[in-house]
Every structure is written in C-alpha cells, then in structure tokens.
C-alpha cells in the first residue's frame, strides 16, 4: 500500500525497514528514502534504533550460561547502555539470581498473549528482565501445539509487538540446557549467539551441537544467526586440562574464541546474596573477566557503527 513520505510528501510503497519509524506517541511515520529519514530523526535515527539481540547457549547444562547472561546485561547496563534480559529457562534462574520473581512470566507473554511491556520487570539502573518460572514447560507443550511455521517464531513475533527493539540496546536471551522449541524461538529471535563452554574434555562435543543446530536454524527457518563468541568459561590454569581444552578452542575459533573466564567462588556466590557480579565482588576476577567481554561487546558495536557511517 502506497504511504506519504513525511518529509517529502513522495508517494511510494515501503520497502525497507529504514521507511518505517514509530514515534514515542506511537504514530508510524513513513520515510521515502535514508536522507528524508535523517532529515526528520537526525543521524542516529535508524542506526540505533534496533537493539543487538544475543542468544547465550549451550545444550549442555552447567556451562555458565546464566551466569555469562546476567554479569553481561549487568555490565552492559553499568556501561549505560539499555538491556533487556529474557529468560527461556524453566528453571528461571535469572529471577533468583537478582531477587525478583515476577508476578508474570515468559509464559504470560508466549501463551497467555499479555503485552511484553506488562511483564518486564526493572531490576536495576537501564535492566530489565523478563522472567520465566516452572510454567514455560507449559509453553513448550503450546508451542508444539502451535502450526509447524509459526512455532518456532513465537518468541520473535510477540516480541516485536513491544517496543523492545527500540527501548533497548541490548536485548539478551539466557536460554535452557536442551534441544527444545524456547531454544528455536530464542535463536529465530536473535541475530548473533555467544556459546558458553565450560574447559572440561566434553566441551567440544557441546559446541558441535550448538553449530549444528544453527546450521538447521538456517535451512528449516532461513534465519541466519551469528557464531559471534565461544566464551570458555570454569577456565583455571592449573590443571593441565583447562588449558589443553582452550588451546583446542583457540585453535578452531581463532578470534571468535573470547578471552576466558577463570573459576572463580565469587561468582558462584553472587547468586545467593542476590547480586550481580559488580555489586557482589566488583573487585573480584570474575567482575574482572565478565568486564573484558562487556568491553568486547561494546567495541563490536563501534565497529559496525563505524561502517555504517562509511557505507
Ligand atoms: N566462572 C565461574 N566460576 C565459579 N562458579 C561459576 C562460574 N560460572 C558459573 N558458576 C556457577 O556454576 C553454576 C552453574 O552456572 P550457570 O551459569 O547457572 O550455568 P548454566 O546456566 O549454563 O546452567 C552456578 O552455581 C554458578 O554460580
Ligand atoms: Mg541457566
């Protein structure tokens, strides 16, 4: 259908995601081309306008997912930036981690068709989160009830509803140790994906399965996610090893392989005072290495910033 370009006043039928904006009142405005848009929204207009949706996953349980999930949207958010973090784990891990339950979950928003905005809960300064509880394994029953095309869209539909993309920088989802539908609809969701692996000798075995599933993601559901960081985790140098497992990872990941994070008690005590990592043990190593990776988020962002502004 034909709009009116609000600069230009141009008819034309929009194409591109750059021709749509919504304004904080809610009204779409349509933009025939890139300078009208810049000319109405300024030059940060479209370039900040979606946020950076990124899985963390591994089949395999106890790899530091959760923990890798909170202590980045938590450090993201002391950097300033705006986070959102969705959890897909039954267990709702992320909720206990920060000491919130919230009345709604993920489920709220999957099956019961509530409003994302209604079920995010604030947690800290620029962090939010949506929760999940014991009831997402109902919404795995839901989903698989749901048409073959859609089922692993869910998440990504009801989603893009919210203003979420555009009231976030970051949007991160902690996912569940398992091969089930949350999982796909976390990976339809994203656009890049951090794997977490724990230095022990069946960690290669979990990232296969991880590369694997994104390879189907992008035959079944033609939806490219991207490898953007194996994240060895549970890293301590003095076994003999930890360190043969990161060389292997160095090895076969090059530059996608982040720097590690060592084994460190204060991260696996934050949890049960209820703090992140920075506010638990802001001194500790694990703050140490979790900032290192949040520098390394944010230095990607820069980078495609800075090409978007060559292109
Ligand atoms: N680098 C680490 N050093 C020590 N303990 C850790 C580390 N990372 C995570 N933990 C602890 O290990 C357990 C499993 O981590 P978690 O993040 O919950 O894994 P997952 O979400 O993959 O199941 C938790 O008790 C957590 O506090
Ligand atoms: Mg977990």
């Not at 848009?37 to 349980?61: P, Q, S, W, Y």
């Not at 991880?210 to 993601?217: D, E, F, K």
Request: some cysteine.
């Amino acid at each position: 259908m034909q709009k009116l370009c609000v600069h230009c006043d141009t008819p034309f039928v929009p194409t591109f995601v750059y021709q749509l904006a919504v304004s904080k009142t809610r009204e779409r405005q349509y933009f025939c081309s890139l300078p009208c848009r810049h000319a109405v929204l300024g030059d940060g207009g479209f370039r900040n306008r979606r946020a950076r949706r990124i899985a963390v996953l591994n089949h395999k349980g106890g790899t530091g997912k959760t923990t890798t999930s909170v202590s980045l949207a938590a450090g993201l958010a002391e950097r300033g930036k705006r986070v959102l973090l969705v959890d897909t784990d039954a267990q709702g891990n992320v909720g206990l981690s920060l000491g919130v339950s919230g009345e709604h979950s993920l489920y709220h928003v999957l099956v019961e068709d509530m409003h994302p905005d209604d079920v995010v809960v604030p947690v800290r300064k620029n962090f939010d989160v949506i929760t999940s509880s014991q009831l997402l394994a109902a919404a795995e029953i839901w989903l698989a009830r749901q048409p073959i095309e859609t089922r692993s869209k869910a998440l990504r539909q009801r989603l893009s509803i919210s203003e979420v993309s555009k009231a976030y920088d970051y949007v991160l989802v902690d996912c569940g140790p398992s091969l089930n539908l949350l999982n796909q609809n976390a990976l339809s969701y994203a656009d890049e994906i951090i794997i977490p692996v724990n230095c022990d000798y069946l960690s290669l075995v979990g990232v296969k399965q991880v590369l694997g599933t994104l390879r189907n993601m992008e035959k079944h559901l033609m939806h490219t996610v991207r490898l953007s960081g194996v994240l060895p985790t549970f890293y301590d140098a003095r076994t003999k090893l930890a360190s043969e497992v990161l060389e292997t990872l160095q090895d076969h990941f090059k530059e996608k392989c982040l720097p590690a994070i060592r084994s460190n008690t204060k991260l696996a005590e934050a949890p049960s005072r209820r703090k992140t990592i920075f506010e638990h043990a802001p001194d500790s190593y694990g703050a140490e290495d979790y900032l290192r990776i949040v520098d390394w988020l944010l230095s990607g962002e820069q980078r495609q910033q800075r090409t978007n502004a060559a292109a």
